[in-house]
């Protein structure tokens, strides 16, 4: 299985869309009433806390990865290696 970078913007809004349909499946089966209105809070808050969720990761993921790409420049540059001739 191919591995791949977590991104909790996706996890949270996608929580936050099932605890929706969860909570409009339970209102069409009768078990209890959830006003229509609802979703008009539940689906604005979750998405705002999806983006604030994926501008963290983002900035988790920026600066671990400008950390260890200096960390790599520890070697000579590679234009120095001598292979170019001078004309």
């Known amino acids: 299985m191919l591995r791949h970078e977590f991104q909790p913007g996706k ?8 605890a929706a ?3 409009y499946a339970g209102d069409a089966t009768r078990s209890w009433q959830v006003e229509w209105f609802l979703a008009i809070p539940l689906i604005c808050g979750g998405l705002f806390l999806a983006a604030v969720a ?8 920026r600066r671990r990865s400008r ?4 960390a790599e420049k520890v070697g000579a540059p590679a234009s120095t290696n001598g292979s170019q001739a001078i004309k």
């Not at 950390?67 to 200096?70: G, I, L, P, R, V």
């Open 11 to 18: 996890l949270v809004a996608g929580v936050v869309l099932a």
């Open 21 to 23: 349909g969860v909570a």
């Open 54 to 61: 994926a501008a963290v990761g983002y900035g988790i993921r």
């Open 67 to 70: 950390s260890s790409a200096s």
